[in-house]
């Protein structure tokens, strides 16, 4: 019976969520995060510098909108969490719904970015396409942060008032 139960254990995945400058109702999405079943492992606001905006989305600079998404990503603080949860980083893209909120209003109503985002480019939330992004985004914001750490309720940390 026992072996049975083990066949259906998936250890938890992390990813790195983001809700980006500028985004309102903020209290919302944290309480929607842990109802849809994340953990939330490490939060903290930060204001990303140019040259740390640059790196964070390098993979885009060759895109048309680039410097435009550099200069919003700086613009404010952003909300820096780990997520945790079994399949965290598929989980987390479907809990955005599409980059673009009025393909999400039609085709995902009920996601985060249907519900939060103003446009295209201030669309509320960002999360890691894959575990290998996940890995290297949580180590160039949270650092080192190792596998030993404790989660924490994210309740027991609220994002900075701004
Ligand atoms: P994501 O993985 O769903 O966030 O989408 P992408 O990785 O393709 O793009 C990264 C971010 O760049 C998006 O979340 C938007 O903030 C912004 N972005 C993407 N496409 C466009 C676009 O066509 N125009 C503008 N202005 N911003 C965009």
């Known amino acids: 019976e026992a072996e049975k139960e083990i066949g259906f254990f998936f ?3 992390d990813t790195l969520a983001v809700i980006k400058p500028h985004t309102e109702r903020k209290e919302e999405i944290l309480e929607e995060i842990q109802a849809r079943g994340f953990s939330i492992s490490h939060l903290k606001d930060t204001i990303l510098s140019r040259e740390m905006a640059e790196e964070f989305y390098k993979e885009h600079r060759d895109k048309p909108f680039f410097s435009q998404l550099v200069d919003y990503m700086c613009r404010g603080p952003c909300t820096m969490m780990v997520l945790t949860k079994e399949n965290a ?11 673009d909120p009025s393909e999400a209003r039609r085709t995902a109503p009920g996601s985060l970015r249907a519900r939060f985002a103003k446009d295209m480019l201030e669309n509320g939330v960002h999360g890691s396409s894959n575990m290998e992004h996940a890995h290297q985004k949580i180590q160039f914001i949270f650092g080192d942060i190792g596998t030993e750490s404790v989660i924490i309720d994210g309740a027991a940390s609220p994002p900075l008032e701004t």
Do not use: D, H, Y
């Not at 980083?89 to 980059?99: F, I």
């Open 11 to 13: 250890p938890p995945e």
């Open 89 to 99: 980083v598929e989980e987390w893209r479907a809990a955005m719904g599409p980059t």
